[in-house]
């Protein structure tokens, strides 16, 4: 019995052994900037190539770009999780509650068939989302220079679960107590939160993600005290009690321009969302609010990048895990 133990016990530590060094080694490497240099050398220029034609026809088009990377990075690491169709047994990511909104998966799409063209069975459909995002950002700040590199190297994942996405993803009512845990249980801190929320710059939101703020704050039929009053005012014209339909800007009159006006509303309590106002309840996210609502564009371009590479590497499969999917939208 007693030797049974012990070897049950020196088979585990073996076993440990030989994941720690498969994962320490070729198992598992890291994402590396140009992983595609060989094996696949046009590949950033194609998936540029295929963001500007459609950047081009309508600038709008960078916010759900970017958002999707955030949802595909939150929800079981970056790994192309969140394009994966629903099939008749599976309600997947796509299909979830804070997914509802999302949009962009054509341009996706159109890199991934023009990569597939060039070369075949090599691209990630996980790597194409944060070069995407990357180059849709890029151009929103009207700069021909990347505002970042992008770390490649990830491969797909090939779970995608709806319920999965309503327990991850960051609800517009949170508090900065939830967003910290959020975001720190991804190994991303207060400043990688209050500037990753820089990214609600660009896009616009449907009335039902802050409705509760106008109406209903507390179920007294209040308004949110830490929101503007003349701005509840302003929103409450244009979103009706119930209303699922209607998007407003985030930053008005200038949605689709990347820039830190969003920092300026905020520090005027005018950001949309709690969880934009919440940044300002916390001493280190309301430092980088107020540093970056008087900083030069360049230097939050800068701090956005590192960030982004940061989020970026959150749960990715790398090395022989996970799959190059054929079709971004289908397990293979
Ligand atoms: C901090 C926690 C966050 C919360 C609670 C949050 C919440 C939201 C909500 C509720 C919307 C509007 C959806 C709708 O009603 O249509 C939205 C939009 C958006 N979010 Fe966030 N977000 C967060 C962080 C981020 C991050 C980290 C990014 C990217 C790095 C991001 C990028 C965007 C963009 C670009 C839009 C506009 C989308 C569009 O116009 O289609 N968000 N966010
Ligand atoms: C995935 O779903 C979308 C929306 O329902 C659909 O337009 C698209 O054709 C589907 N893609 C595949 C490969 O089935
Ligand atoms: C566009 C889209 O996929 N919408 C779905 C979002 O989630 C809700 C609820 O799960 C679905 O009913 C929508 O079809």
Known sequence: MESFHSNLLSLTLATLVVFFLLGSSNGHPPLKVGFYEKSCPGAESIVLKTVASYFSQDPTVTAPLLRLHFHDCFVRGCD?????????????????????????????????????????????????????????VTLAAGKSKNLWEVQTGRRDGVVSLAWEALANIPSPFEDITQLKSQFGARGLNAKDLAILSGAHAIGRSHCNSFEKRLYDFTGKGDTDPTLDPAYAAELRTKCKPGDVTTTVEMVPGSSTSFD??????????????????????DKESRDVVYSQSKAAESDFFYEFGVSMVRMGKVGVLTGSSGEIRRNCALVN
Request: with cysteine; aromatic share 6%; charged share 25%.
């Open 80 to 136: 192309g999780s969140v394009l994966i169709n629903s099939t008749k047994t599976n309600l997947a990511e796509k299909d979830a509650m804070p997914n509802k909104s999302l949009d962009g998966f054509y341009v996706i799409d159109a890199a991934k068939e023009a990569l597939e063209r060039a070369c075949p069975g090599t691209v990630s459909c996980a790597d194409i989302v944060a070069l995407v995002a990357r180059d849709a």
């Open 260 to 281: 830190t006006k969003y920092y300026d509303l905020v520090t005027r309590r005018r950001g949309l969302f709690h969880s934009d106002e919440a940044l300002l309840q």
